[in-house]
């Protein structure tokens, strides 16, 4: 159950119902809804996932959505949510907005505060889900909000998509992209976003248009096995290791794409020195070996160069004086966008070369293309940005997770990560303890999110 009554719940939504014409949404709102958001536990099983559903939509038609324009569809024990803001000219395509309802499992013990109790202090809400993704859902539905309580009238319809297990299975995701794939564009709430430095200085914004592919393979070595004081040449043990050596040995080719040569040249210029120095070679030429090779050499800049792939868990034998009948190890790739899986497995097996081994896709993923960097959404995003922090540099940028743009994506729907939340890296505790955002920033967020949805659908 969400730790507030639910008759606090709606209290501050029906506050502004009778508010007249405001300039811009409100902040108090958007704080409200995101302080109101943490309080419902939406980890999965716990069944919460509906009721913050019905929470946003009362929050909506209290700001004058129809109860047609929304629409709640369980799915299990969780949910997705559609609100529309209907455009006049129905030959333009919907612009989509999305954002995910459900968070990563919180345990109270090891958080200093419990995680489902919103807190504010020192200048930021605390609470699992107050950075991923409760901020951002928040701020869309506050916008919305506003445009309809103004008499928003786009030419283009507006859809707020809230996905319910994003996190876990991604069902509701592929229900949502499913259903709504006949759409112009997405944006993505949990996504891109503002860097702030140390001192509170905005940094970079990040522009994510793509999202390399996450992929796991388990090798499999298998024997008839015997007793271990009669030692075979053909141990799995043994071969594996063998095996585990050679892709331990292998790189994937250098690759390039419109996002990568794109955030490399910000990244020369932000970052100077041999790093810099490599990135603009590297985004002039991407066959320059020695760029490929320096940047491959860091772990925080060989996922913009290659696929990767990696070993992260090994099991074999089954007692301790027995030969072993099974050995195997898991691959985690992340495949650069536009990589066949398949062909990602292919080249896996020719590089462990041995025929005995099996090499085996786990979890059915799905792979998608990196959306092209449109010059309507460049514009609309950098406008909504420079609104906020003037001169402030937008980067492209791809990402090395999964969010809800993957299966948008791969059903052709452009998507970008365009997050109002700015951010300190060190503030960063998505997924972690004590997850946390900055109150400071949420009347710039709203106005990104207004500037944003107005521009690109007019
Ligand atoms: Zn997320």
């Not at 902040?27 to 809804?33: E, F, I, Q, R």
């Not at 209907?86 to 989509?96: N, R």
């Not at 109270?108 to 901020?135: H, L, Q, S």
Request: aromatic share 6%; charged share 20%.
């Amino acid at each position: 159950m969400p730790t507030f009554p639910v008759r606090l719940l709606f209290a501050s939504a029906a506050l502004f119902s009778a508010a007249t014409a405001q300039a811009a949404p409100d902040p108090a709102l958007g704080k409200d809804v995101l302080l109101q958001s943490i309080a419902f536990k939406t980890v999965e099983g716990e069944g919460q996932v509906p009721k913050l559903a019905a929470y946003y939509a009362a929050v909506l038609k209290d700001a004058g959505f129809a109860d047609a324009d929304i629409v709640i569809t369980p799915m299990g024990e969780t949910a997705t949510l559609a609100a529309t803001i209907k455009g006049s000219d129905a030959a333009l395509k919907p612009l989509l907005l999305i954002g995910h309802m459900d968070v990563v499992a919180a345990d109270r013990k090891d958080w200093t505060r419990d995680p489902f109790v919103p807190v504010e202090e020192n200048g930021y809400i605390f609470g699992r889900g107050a950075e991923d993704n409760k901020y951002d859902v928040a701020m869309m539905v506050t916008t919305l909000a506003y445009l309809k309580r103004t008499g928003f009238a786009p030419r283009r319809t507006v859809t707020l998509l809230l996905s319910g297990d994003e996190e876990t299975q991604m069902k509701t995701t592929r229900a949502l992209a499913a259903r709504y794939k006949d759409a112009e564009l997405l944006l993505n709430g949990d996504g891109g976003g503002g860097v702030l430095g140390e001192d509170g200085k905005p940094v970079l914004y990040l522009l994510q248009a793509g999202e390399k592919t996450y992929a796991d393979f388990e090798i499999a070595i298998t024997d008839p096995g015997g007793h271990s004081s009669a030692p075979t040449a053909s141990n799995p043990v043994y071969r594996l290791a063998k095996v585990l050596d050679r892709l331990a040995a292998y790189q994937f080719p250098p690759m390039a794409n419109e996002l990568t040569r794109a955030s490399m040249r910000a990244g020369a210029r932000r970052i100077g020195g041999e790093a810099g120095a490599a990135m603009a070679r590297y985004a002039e030429n991407p066959q320059d070996a020695t760029a490929a090779a320096y940047l491959s050499s860091r772990s925080e800049y060989v996922g913009q160069v290659r696929t990767t792939c990696v070993a992260t868990m090994l099991s074999g034998g089954h007692a301790l004086n027995a030969l072993p009948q099974r050995a195997t190890a898991s691959v985690n790739c992340r495949i650069f966008p536009g990589v066949a899986i398949d062909a990602v497995k292919a080249e896996l097996t020719k590089v462990i070369a041995d025929d005995s081994a099996t090499v085996t896709t786990l979890n059915d993923p799905t792979g998608s293309d990196a959306s092209p960097l449109r010059a309507d959404v460049t514009a609309a995003v950098t406008k909504a940005v420079q609104a906020r922090y003037p001169g402030l540099e937008i980067t492209p940028n791809m990402s090395a997770g999964a969010t809800d743009s993957l299966y948008f994506r791969a059903l052709g729907v452009p998507s970008y990560g365009v997050s109002g939340l700015f951010m300190k890296s060190s503030d960063g505790f998505a997924h972690g303890l004590n997850e946390r955002v900055p109150v400071a920033g949420i009347a710039g967020a709203l106005a990104q999110w207004e500037t944003m949805v107005k521009t690109l659908a007019r």
